[in-house]
């Protein structure tokens, strides 16, 4: 570990167990990811930590199968040929969206386009503008609800879009253009490999392993304030208990570090009150094996539906199957709204099931089940998000750090990439501390 032998790390969690929203369930006699569930393969940060940990092998990809769309009151292929949802052409939204959209995709190329280079507008505002809001709600919202628990009103197309940004500020003459230099420049590894990754027995196995080589010594209790002493931190409990730390890392949602960082770094608090927040809740079903589900990875909700579920995953189809039940998960609570608050489990579980009938006509009961919340979880990467992130960060004394899901991206690679920034930031100022 890069801090040495001799360091010693607390961990301070009051959850029943480590590793917060990387959260593995028996359920249905299998093991099941009730939190994040899989992860961008191609980017590095999560491939390089099982290697170092030795748990390269239990890496695995999916099985190939695609999600579907439900949209208009019945499904669609996920379509080809886009960026998030946003097309490079009009026939890869034909059938979802009606002529006349198809119409305003294909003229885009002949309106002038005004962008200002570093601009971030909404996704919302920047694809609705160009192609209209049927290719918002229809195409691109499905994606990115299931990502940012949000919509592409509150999401800023520079977080959400880097590659089609560069492309605008390079000086491309529509958003069609953009849209396909972007794909383009993905390359030809798109087409190549598993997009998504898992891991074996589920994340448990990962956060276990950190654990054991980390050495950790887990206290749990809730962490009240963080106050400055002549040697450091002295991080207090809830308890009042005070704990002298000589750097650490805020690894907690934007709404608590608001508060833990008022009286030490103002700056960062404010920004940290800025980030706004969405609340899920996810519902996973074991049903019977044999129960018939598509030969799909899941469903993406459009926007306007009448269904509750934002998302369905088709875990047996999109991860292979592993005893004799059908895995599902159906994720609930978008930005704005409480249901992951006010809905009880009871009421949840109701919603799944009508929302398995009406999209497959599945009226079979679950042989297991189990209800997660993950309250103030889902981070929401509005527009400006960057330079949001970047006060916030200019505001921390050196011997504090920040990791979580609303630094540089909410899915875990990027959560391994700011939690290995912050403690490498750490170790540096420590190794320049003893120098002097």
Known sequence: MAAGPDASITLFDPADRLGGVLRTERIGGQLMDVGAEAFVARRPEVPALLAELGLSARQIGTTGARPLIYSQGRLHPLPTGTLQGIPAHPGALAGLVDDATLAQIRDERARPLRWRPGADPSVAELVGDRFGDQVVARSVDPLLAGVYAGSSATIGVRSALPALTA????????????????????????????????????????????????????????????????????????????????????????????RLAEGVAPRTAAAARRIGVASSALVALALPGGTPVPQQSGVLVAGGERLRAKAITLSTQKWGRRGNVELVRLSYGRFGDDLARSAGDEELLAWAGQDLATVFGVTTDPEDCHVQRWIDAMPQYGPGHGALIAELRAGLPPTLAVAGAYLDGIGVPACVGAATKAAASLVTVARATNKA
């Open 167 to 258: 492309a605008l500020d390079r000086g491309a003459r529509s958003l069609t253009d953009a849209v396909r230099d972007a794909l383009a420049a993905s390359g030809p590894s798109v087409a190549t490999g598993s997009v998504f990754g898992a891991i074996e027995g589920g994340y448990a196995v990962l956060v276990d392993e950190l654990v054991r080589r980390a050495g950790v010594h887990w206290l749990q209790v809730t962490i009240e304030r963080v106050d400055r002493s002549p040697r450091g931190w002295e991080i207090v409990d809830d308890e009042g208990v005070r704990h002298h730390a000589d750097a650490a890392v805020l690894a907690v949602p934007a709404p608590r570090l608001a």
